[in-house]
């Protein structure tokens, strides 16, 4: 199983950005997925969570502002952020469970300046 994530980058606060996770090499509809994210100096949480039911759930501090899509043709995960704020500054991981490991795709940086 490979992630592999992309779409971090550089923003104001109040933009909005759209992360990618591209899955191979497992059933994408069958496994729940998620984003997750980490600060420096802090640990790793999770941002959003696709069942493999499709029923999604997010942190509190992201509710209303983020939206997380799948699409099972391309076996893509989409993370959409609007209204960043300088605190969702993190590196952001998606990653995929089966059974009980959890595969990381090897994250993207994003930064929203004040």
């Known amino acids: 199983v490979q992630l592999q994530a992309s779409g971090g980058g550089l923003v104001q606060a109040g933009g909005s950005l759209r992360l990618s996770c591209a899955v191979s090499?497992?059933?994408?509809?069958?496994?729940?997925m998620g984003w997750y994210r980490q600060a420096p100096g802090k640990q790793r949480d999770l941002v959003a969570y696709?069942?493999?039911?499709?029923?999604?759930n997010y942190a509190n501090s992201v509710k209303g502002r983020f939206t997380l899509s799948r699409d099972s043709a391309s076996n893509t995960m989409y993370l959409k952020m609007n209204s960043l704020k300088p605190e969702d500054t993190a590196v952001y991981y998606c990653?995929?469970?089966?059974?009980?490991?959890?595969?990381w795709g090897q994250g993207t940086q994003v930064t929203v300046s004040s």
């Open positions: 696709i069942t493999s039911s499709g029923i999604t």
């Open positions: 990653a995929q469970t089966i059974g009980l490991r959890t595969y």
């Open positions: 090499g497992s059933s994408f509809n069958l496994n729940g």
